[in-house]
């Protein structure tokens, strides 16, 4: 019995990101071919290898989390050997630094395809504020950064320009004379140095409500009412809404997202993994709810 090398590149994707439609947009296949192609290795394996309700997939089997370990095996020495018959293979090891909010984009997705396109590039990515990366950036911790930072500082090459908004859940109504419950990243993020600047000058006064390093509870946090946040207006999706501006809350700035690279770092696979990347911003649809708004 031989394994399908496609069949465990699929595997291997869905097993990262728990979804077979990014599988299907990652190798390029629909999701009908995907669900094929796991199909035939259950078959050969005998056994489920995914776990899923309701056509999501939840989780890895006993049998699928054995199958990863081995497919990643199989598929390193595949495109090693590939690789090494190329005469211009792109090759290297990056250390990439991104804000928190880079996993309210298609990030995860993003990599995948590079991963894919350039296999013997290794990655080590680590998320954190913006200002973090920033300073460590220039103290040569990353390979390659990206971060954000008010128009015109001059820290980095721009990939993008975004203006920021304030954000809610479908059902929050706030009152214009009361203090404003945030939901903020912790220190160090430009969101919330922004927001927090900009409610101070207009003279209004305001509270965290709840803060958290995961965009993903800082959406559910914002969706289930407890108060309003600050994000770049492409990452307002449903069921997040802008908030309209009135005479109390204030508007915000835009903000420039820029990139870093080492000095001492790979620099051609570090510069195809920025180019790539911003890119990949710049080419990124907006969010489906960023031209609509929540009147307070």
Not at 217 to 234: N, Y
Request: glycine share 6%; charged share 25%; aromatic share 8%.
């Amino acid at each position: 019995m031989n394994f399908d090398i496609d069949c465990l590149r699929s595997f291997l994707v869905i097993a990262d990101t728990m979804s077979f439609s990014r599988a299907a947009e990652t190798v390029g296949r629909s999701q009908s071919t995907i669900s094929q192609q796991i199909a035939k290795l259950e078959t050969q394996v005998g056994k489920a290898l995914l776990t899923r309700r309701k056509g999501r997939v939840i989780e890895l089997t006993s049998e699928g989390g054995k199958l990863v370990q081995y497919a990643r095996k199989i598929l390193l020495l595949n495109d090693e050997a590939y690789a090494s018959m190329s005469d211009d293979v792109l090759a290297g090891f990056v250390r990439l630094g991104v804000p928190l909010d880079f996993f309210g984009r298609d990030f995860t997705t993003w990599l995948a395809r590079f991963k894919n396109k350039h296999p013997m590039v290794g990655l080590e990515v680590e998320a954190n504020q913006s200002e973090n990366l920033m300073k460590r950036s220039m103290r040569g911790e990353f390979d390659l950064a990206f971060f954000k930072q008010e128009t015109g500082a001059g820290n980095g090459i721009v990939a993008l320009r975004e203006q920021l908004v304030w954000v809610s859940g479908p059902n929050y109504s706030g009152d214009d004379n009361e203090s404003v419950p945030l939901i903020l990243f912790p220190e160090g993020c430009a969101y919330r140095r922004f927001a927090i600047a900009a409610l101070k000058d207009h003279e209004r006064s305001w509270h965290l409500s709840f803060v958290s390093p995961s965009f993903e509870c800082l959406k559910s946090a914002a969706v289930e009412g407890m108060g309003i946040t600050v994000l770049a207006r492409a990452l307002v999706a449903p069921p997040l809404r802008i908030v309209r501006h009135r005479t109390r809350l204030p508007q915000l700035p835009t903000v420039e997202l820029v990139y870093s690279q080492g000095r001492r770092s790979n620099l051609r696979v570090v510069s195809e993994l920025a180019l790539y990347l911003a890119d990949s911003l710049t080419n990124a649809r907006p969010g489906k709810a960023a031209t609509l708004a929540l009147q307070q």
